[in-house]
């Protein structure tokens, strides 16, 4: 979003969107209605159509509404698909970072308490196409591979499970969080060993889902993570900074 759009959000602008809002959350603008034109819009509120036009481009800007163009067009009403709710929430999270209003052993605390409980719904709900997706992010041998493509792999393991777990929530909120402690990793100093480790570990987490034993699931996730933190700590990147707490020790992939 530019400058000169942050400077149209004026408190009303902010107030009308607020109010679209709300009717398509109480469901006066249902999903997939068209929603009335710009002018009837600023003669029900008294507001400009300026206002208005800026109040519904906040709208879109949430996948709240989509406009087609043509003799049938107009704005329509949507809803956010779960990866766009995800990168919003991963923004927001990115910001508090930033500001450390959160700091990234809480940011690990969270990862854990969130994933530890997906691998124990992972074991009890995959499906065979689940299974097939872990099975191909486990590398037969991490010593064939560059510290990128077995960071990619590992990333798509932790993915996938989220998936697995057959909670769309879940996966929403441990998504953002995971890829924030990605972005800080210095990955190119992760040792071979500890790659080889993950990658073990990997195996260890996908048989016991396998297997559908959701308390070795769990637990091998919560050892798995345990160990990782201590990665965390000595690769992790902010402003200068080598540690998420200069305090303690963790880790993660």
Not at 72 to 81: A, D, H, I, Q
Not at 165 to 188: D, E
Not at 232 to 253: F, I, K, M, N, Q
């Amino acid at each position: 979003m530019t400058l000169k759009n942050l400077v149209r959000q004026t408190p009303l602008v902010v107030q009308v969107a607020e109010q679209f809002r709300e009717l398509i959350a109480s469901g006066d603008w249902p999903v997939g209605s068209r929603i009335p034109g710009e002018h009837q819009l600023a003669e029900q509120l008294g507001v400009s159509r300026g206002t208005v036009r800026e109040a519904l481009r906040l709208l879109a800007a949430h996948n709240l509404i989509r406009t087609a163009k043509g003799a049938g067009g107009g704005s329509f009403v949507t809803l956010p698909t779960a990866d766009h709710v995800s990168e919003v929430l991963q923004a927001n999270i990115r910001l508090l970072n930033e500001s450390r209003e959160v700091t990234a052993e809480e940011m690990l605390e969270t990862r854990e308490l969130l994933e530890t409980f997906a691998a124990r719904m992972a074991a009890g709900r995959r499906t065979d196409e689940d299974l097939e997706r872990l099975r191909a992010c486990i590398i037969e041998d991490p010593g064939e591979l560059g510290t990128e493509r077995q960071h990619t792999s590992n990333t798509s393991f932790h993915t996938a499970l989220l998936e697995a777990s057959g909670n769309t929530l879940l996966s929403i909120a441990a998504q953002p969080v995971f890829a924030i402690l990605q972005t800080n990793m210095r990955r190119r100093e992760i040792e071979p060993q500890t790659l080889k480790k993950v990658n073990d570990d990997h195996r260890a987490i996908l048989a016991a889902v396998e297997a559908g034993n959701g308390d070795a699931a769990a637990r091998h996730m919560r050892r798995h993570l345990a160990m990782l933190r201590k990665t965390y700590v000595r690769l992790w990147t902010h402003h200068g900074e080598t540690s998420p707490a200069g305090r303690h020790d963790g880790v993660g992939d």
